[in-house]
């Protein structure tokens, strides 16, 4: 659930429960006033009782005080509280309505107060009028004291049971006002219990997971950048993980990009400083030849021959110098895209048998042997440059097998490609060196071996190769020797009727 | 007394007579054209100065000097590291593996004639 509809929903249940509790506080409140009012009104039915006992008993007074006397004054009496009576009696009647036992000893009190003064009272005072005597005769006087006793003894019983129901209802009040009050309390307690849990959700499902975050931050911020957090609770707090982690990431990328970059910086330096120290090696050694016969020819005297070879070799020497300079010109050509390519179909068979010949005569250690298939390999291309890249390969396998032995050549045709590989039995190429041997100036251990050279060769030739349309590649065992092969496509057969001799450097 | 040898180890001919010529007095010469003749060359020669090029076919000239530095009949045979690697680092590290001179390429005729006539007096 998401933390957002959490907090809402936790707010509003805890709102319903106060509510409720507050509800049912309420109720006891108005249990406890109704309570209350309940004992008010004993109090008013109590009065209303001795209000109607008051009138009876002036009805009592004045009926028998004129009896005896005669006076008007008592008449007058009699006559007023027989006014009164209705009401008093009515007034009592509505205040005890809802206790029907009540209602029914007011009914019947009303009743006997009636029956007292229509068929005792008023018949009383008509019998005076006729004979005074009849009318104070023990007989009628008991009548009166009989009837009158009933009606105190009915007013007696309801102010008792009024009296009752007011020590039942102040009973019930005090218990009414005890239940509110623990209600209260309880609520209290329970509120203030809700209040604290909602609090600990809070911190649990808010403040806790905003911590965490923020110590991720601190320690990505302090340079570990592998911080990672871990992406679980709430969708909200998932959403903030899921950022800070997204975060973390594409800054932990962004370092290794930098410091990838710096690596290649770094290694082009070294490539540069092993660039200078090739360039100088390479040019250092005919120079050294060039400067040392010239100095000695200025400063001594020779024999006529000997002045002769001298002077061969430094113009030789100066060739070599001139022939580097094309190497490293040709790789600024090869990288320019510069590189001019023939288009001409040429047979490949005579240019491996023609160079294999020109290198064995300058490689006495070794014995080059060269197997073609007994038919033309005819590719369409560039012939001195396809002979350059032989020419390449062979004279590596001359270097790198400085103990001789055997340096095999085939050409063959392997579906509509022709394949010309060299294979000696040489040093081999390591493999940590074998992924970046295409890389120019890079030379691997050759160096440190003792083997001259300016790491261009293998360079230049995969690059005519690949403008041929071909394909160049190698295997290398260390210590066992290596094979390198290039595959370029055939020329159909039609399309080359009779093909230009190769021409050979 | 008989005439010093010179062992020169150099895969480059036309080098290899430049120092020969340059060198005029009557010494005796073995030449070798890589590390592994020269290393044989050292052990049944017996030179009395060694001239050594670093960069050769079938390992470095130094291994050359650390076989003849290692070995105590040969403490007293003189070594001129040559080489085209003339950076300070590589001057070191002929110095390091027990070279008494360093010429770096090109060098003066004369000046090697001058060096190996120095060594050979100064080790008498």
Request: hydrophobic share 45%.
């Amino acid at each position: 659930m998401p933390l957002l509809r959490r907090v809402v929903v936790g707010s509003a249940a805890l709102a319903v429960i106060v509510a409720g509790t507050f509800g049912v506080l309420l109720v006891a409140m108005s249990d406890l006033r109704s309570s209350t009012n309940a004992q008010a009104r004993s109090k008013d039915v109590s009065t209303a009782t001795l209000n109607v006992e008051r009138v009876v008993n002036e009805l009592d007074v004045s009926l028998r005080g004129f009896v005896i006397s005669g006076s008007p004054r008592f008449l007058a009496s009699w006559q007023q509280a027989r006014t009164e009576l209705p009401s008093a009696a009515a007034q009592l009647e509505r205040l005890v309505a809802p206790q029907p036992e009540e209602k029914r000893k007011a009914i019947d009190l009303a009743t006997m107060t009636r029956d007292y003064i229509q068929d005792y009272g008023a018949p009383l005072i008509a019998i005076y009028r006729l004979r005074p005597e009849a009318a104070r005769s023990p007989v009628a006087t008991r009548e009166g004291l009989f009837r009158i006793d009933a009606i105190r003894k009915q007013l007696a019983n309801l102010l008792a049971g009024e009296n009752d129901l007011a020590t039942a209802r102040e009973a019930s009040a005090k218990h009414e006002a005890t239940r509110a009050v623990g209600i209260g309390v309880a609520e209290l307690v329970v509120t203030a219990a809700l209040l604290v849990l909602f609090g600990l959700f809070l911190a649990h499902g808010v403040v806790r997971p905003v911590r965490t975050v923020a110590a991720g931050a601190s320690r990505v911020a302090a340079g570990d950048l592998s911080t990672r957090l871990p992406e679980q609770g709430a969708p909200e707090l998932q959403e903030l993980t899921e950022a800070f982690n997204s975060m973390a990431q594409s800054l932990e990328h962004g370092q290794r990009e930098l410091e990838a970059q710096n690596e290649q910086l770094r290694q082009s330096e070294r490539m540069k400083s092993e660039l200078v120290s090739i360039v100088s090696h390479e040019l250092r050694t005919p120079l050294a030849s060039i400067l040392g016969y010239s100095s000695l020819l200025l400063k001594r005297s020779f024999g006529k021959e000997d002045t002769r070879r001298y002077i061969e070799t430094i113009h030789t020497q100066g060739g070599r110098l001139v022939s580097l300079v094309e190497e490293f010109l040709d790789v600024e050509r090869v990288e320019a895209g510069r590189i001019e390519l023939k288009e001409e179909p040429i047979d490949l068979r005579p240019l491996l048998e023609e160079e294999a010949q020109l290198i064995s005569a300058e490689a006495p250690r070794h014995q080059v042997e060269v197997g073609v298939e007994p038919v033309s390999l005819i590719v369409l291309g560039d012939a001195d440059r396809l002979a350059q890249v032989y020419a390449n390969l062979l004279a590596n396998a001359v270097k790198y097998s400085p103990d001789g032995g055997l340096i095999e050549v085939s050409g063959t045709i392997e579906g509509d490609v022709a394949r010309v590989q060299v294979r000696d039995e040489g040093v081999g190429i390591a493999a940590e060196h074998q992924p970046r041997i295409f890389t120019k100036f890079f030379r691997g251990e050759a160096r440190e071996g003792g083997f001259a050279g300016t790491g261009l060769g293998l360079a230049v030739s995969r690059e005519i190769i690949e403008a041929h349309g071909g394909r160049i590649g190698f295997r290398s065992t260390p210590g066992t020797g290596s094979a390198f092969w290039f595959e370029l496509p055939l020329l159909p057969n039609d399309k080359a009727p009779k093909p230009a001799p190769a021409r050979v450097a | 007394m008989r005439a010093p040898t010179i062992l020169i180890c150099e895969d480059e001919p036309s080098l290899r007579e430049l120092m020969r010529i340059s060198l005029r007095s009557d010494y005796a010469f073995a030449e070798a054209a890589d590390a592994a003749e020269a290393i044989a060359l050292v052990d049944t020669v017996r030179p009395d100065v060694v001239l050594l090029d670093v960069m050769m076919p079938g390992g470095s000239g130094l291994s050359v000097l650390e076989h003849v530095r290692g070995n105590p009949e040969l403490r007293d045979t003189l070594v001129v590291v040559i080489s085209a690697f003339a950076a300070d680092r590589d001057h070191r590290a002929a110095h390091d593996a027990g070279a008494n001179s360093f010429l770096k390429k090109p060098f003066d005729p004369e000046e090697l004639e001058s060096l190996v006539e120095q060594l050979l007096a100064s080790r008498n």
